[in-house]
């Protein structure tokens, strides 16, 4: 039985890299250009993707020239990094305890991680301390006005019940706040600390492949709707759907998922 969030988040993670990979890296790896605009020149330099699951960031990473290294807890996301980049190095390892030694990497990446983790601070402090001095940390995150969120939980607010038995966790839209991302950056003493709101969207010609992005590509609002009685969750899907038909334009479905670029340096004093 299931009694933390950790131990919710793992189960889920390692029965999802390879629908993960199919039906989410499309949306996340929108990201990779700006993640790499953030950080600067590449060639050479020592980086290290936290949360790496199926690898596509730590791949484009590599692709510019630099030293990469990916890290996830999940072992089957990082068996499928490996699959998809057989020659760099992915290991299994804990984003609140990195297996490195401390001012290791020019840079760290972490995409959408954050919000998978109790503690997101431990993390943050742990990229800070990998990190040689001048070196530049970048996390992202699903921005507040993110539509597929949105549709989701505005589904299961009206029709499905508050479930009392899932695993007690820290709230998942916390660092959608970009006033939020640099106070943390701030307060664990990254310098030069910058958010940006970018644009990626999900389209796909069936409005029902949104319900395989949901159970295939996300844990815990999977758990959420796994969690309600049938006649609630098959309400809760007829209302996804309708959502999702609603954002048909010129026979595909749009929806946009705006996410939070936040990065910040570690000053040369420290
Ligand atoms: C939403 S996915 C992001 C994957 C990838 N970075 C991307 O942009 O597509 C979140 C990843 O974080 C990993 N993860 C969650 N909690 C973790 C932790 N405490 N330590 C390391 N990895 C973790 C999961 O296994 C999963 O691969």
Redesign the pocket.
Known sequence: MITSF?EA??A???T??AS??QH??P???Q??APIIAALGPLDGRRVL?????????AGSLAAEGAAVEG????A??IAKAGENYPRLTFQ?????ALPHASDTFDHV?????V????RPES?IAEAFRVLRPKGRFVF?QWGKDDEVLNIVLSAIADHGTPISDLPDAPPPLRFSDPRECRRVLEASGFTEVRDDLIETTWTNERPKALLDLIYG???RVAMMLEAQEPARRARIHDAILGAAKAHVFDGTVVIRRPVVVASGTKPSSA
């Not at 890290?71 to 999940?74: G, L």
């Not at 990446?109 to 991680?113: D, E, I, K, R, T």
């Open positions: 950790r988040e793992l889920g993670w390692s999802r890299s993960y990979d989410l890296s949306i996340t790896n990201v990779i993707d936290v949360c790496c699951g199926p690898g596509h960031l890290v996830d807890f999940a089957s996301m299994v390892g804990d984003a609140e990446v972490c995409a959408f991680g919000m998978h983790l109790r993390a992202t590509g996300a844990v």
